[in-house]
């Protein structure tokens, strides 16, 4: 089947392709548009046209280059891809050898290693990879694969099910939004902490309550001590001892982000989040979520049935993805931010 498609991909090789890239680590002004190489896939891979890129925190985190304990990954000087964007919905247009579980003109969602989404094609190893049913459009889907797969995996490691308290710290941002409508799903009583003006929003999602968290704070009388069988910390920036403190014996503490210094960023926290948990019966437990194409197919079919509804709050065209990168890297996103494909 891949002898059709080589010389696709070989003829591709050549083209050249409109991309928002950076050469330096930095704010929003290291990324500029300008052209680059239509990349060509490799053994597993598959070439990608991009339809719509899903942003994330990661994606800032990486542009920045900080903490700079990221860079150990992604390039000790500058990113070793340029194009930031990994959450990617996209049309199948060439595959590299070996690739047999999809063919030219499939729909797919995925998450692309190390970005590439803010340019007209990307390559991803089709391992990444699933479909996109028609009844979901790409925007939608393009938002599912690391917001709601780590709200999964959270709420999965936190060990979240049906009659228990689940409390959710920042539950109004892309992650936050997700954790609450999955943690409703499983039959949790979900608590949560968001601005006084997502509120309404987040009960909307299926909070049975919620706080301002500028008011009520984790110690706080509103959220009792021993009351929560699972507390998703995705703020990351209340002390372990009190987060601990606010949940049962036989219940814990999932540190899905957190604070720290611009070198090491949150390992100190987690360092000290493993240190507490020795022999502790309500553990703290951090996350490193990965990316789960099994998770994503289950997040597709909560979508499409409308049990799960992905909150979007604001679309941008593709020549104002370095204003969506400002959006996000600005905090206080609610929800997710999509940039739709380059025309």
Not at 154 to 161: H, Q, S, Y
Not at 172 to 180: E, W
Not at 192 to 213: I, K, M, P, S
Not at 258 to 268: A, H, S
């Amino acid at each position: 089947m891949s002898d059709n498609t080589q010389p696709a991909a070989r003829a591709l090789r050549t083209d050249r392709m409109p991309a928002w890239r950076q050469e330096r680590y930095g704010g929003v002004d290291a990324v500029t548009l300008g052209e680059a190489e239509v990349p060509a896939p490799g053994r597993g891979e598959v070439l990608l046209r991009l339809r719509a890129t899903g942003l994330n925190n990661g994606d800032v985190r990486v542009m920045r280059g900080e903490p700079r304990l990221v860079r150990l990954a992604f390039g000790l000087r500058r990113p070793k891809q340029p194009v930031r964007g990994m959450d990617a919905a996209a049309t199948v247009v060439a595959r590299g050898e070996g690739v047999d579980g999809f063919a030219v003109g499939d729909e797919v969602v995925g998450e692309l290693p190390g970005g590439g989404g803010l340019a007209a094609y990307a390559v991803c190893p089709a391992s990444r990879l699933v479909r996109r049913p028609a009844q979901l459009d790409p925007a939608t889907a393009a938002v599912l694969p690391i917001a709601g797969g780590t709200a999964w995996q959270a709420l999965e490691r936190g060990g979240a099910a049906s009659g228990h308290r689940v409390l959710v710290i920042g539950a109004s941002g892309g992650v936050g939004t997700f954790a609450v409508q999955l943690a409703a799903l499983r039959g949790a009583e979900v608590w949560a902490l968001c601005g006084e003006r997502n509120r309404a929003l987040v009960e909307g999602l299926g909070a049975a309550r919620t706080f301002d968290y500028r008011t009520v704070q984790p110690g706080s009388p509103e959220l009792p001590t021993g009351s929560f069988d699972v507390v998703l910390d995705i703020a990351g920036t209340s002390p372990l001892r009190v987060l601990r403190s606010l949940v049962r014996p036989g219940g814990g503490v999932v540190l899905v982000s957190g604070e720290g210094g611009r070198v090491l960023g949150p390992m100190g926290r987690i360092a000290g989040a493993v240190l507490r948990s020795i022999g502790s019966k309500r553990p703290l437990r951090p996350l490193a979520a990965t990316a789960k194409p099994a998770v994503l197919e289950k997040l597709i079919a909560l979508t499409v049935e409308g049990s799960l509804r992905p909150v979007i709050e604001r679309r941008f065209a593709f020549g104002e993805a370095g204003a969506a990168l400002a959006h996000v890297d600005a905090g206080h996103t609610v929800g997710k931010v999509v940039v739709l494909a380059a025309p």
